[in-house]
């Protein structure tokens, strides 16, 4: 189960990277209902080079274990992500079509991964 979660999380952010290299502006305005200045796409891009790099550097090995630091590292940015995007839409007065089925993700992603790591624990 750990290791569908991972490959899952792996390689949606690498994908959400990539379209943050390549078409920022679509995605920043699909997650958050904005236009993207010229700053902005550079920091998209500069936020999409580290999802890139995350998803890459958690990638599950053939045996990855609940008490990796890749594992620990995709939980704590999918459970912090959560609680970001749900603070756009409840206070941000932003959001667009996916802001809140990216959060309910994020926020399931983490549950997951914290349900696996608790029964590995056990």
């Given at each position: 189960?750990?290791?569908?979660?991972?490959?899952?999380?792996s390689?949606?952010?690498?994908g959400?990277?990539?379209?943050?290299?390549?078409?920022?502006?679509?995605?920043v305005?699909?997650?958050?209902?904005?236009?993207?200045?010229?700053?902005g796409?550079?920091?998209s891009r500069?936020?999409?080079?580290?999802?890139?790099?995350?998803?890459?550097?958690?990638?599950p090995?053939?045996?990855?274990?609940?008490?990796?630091p890749a594992v620990?590292?995709?939980?704590?940015?999918?459970?912090?992500?959560?609680?970001?995007?749900?603070?756009?839409?409840?206070?941000?007065?932003?959001?667009?079509l996916?802001?809140?089925?990216v959060?309910v993700l994020?926020?399931?992603?983490?549950?997951?991964l914290?349900?696996?790591?608790?029964?590995a624990?056990?």
């Open positions: 189960m750990l290791q569908k979660v991972m490959y899952f999380a390689v949606a952010e690498f959400t990277g990539v379209a943050l290299m390549v078409v920022p502006h679509l995605v305005a699909l997650l958050l209902g904005a236009e993207v200045s010229a700053v796409i550079s920091i500069c936020f999409g080079i580290g999802l890139i790099a995350l998803g890459l550097a958690c990638w090995g053939a045996s990855v274990q609940a008490s990796s620990r590292a995709m939980l704590v940015y999918n459970a912090l992500t959560a609680v970001f995007l749900a603070y756009l839409g409840f206070f941000g007065k932003t959001g667009a996916l802001l809140w089925p959060a994020h926020a399931a992603v983490a549950l997951l914290v349900s696996t790591w608790r029964s624990r056990g």
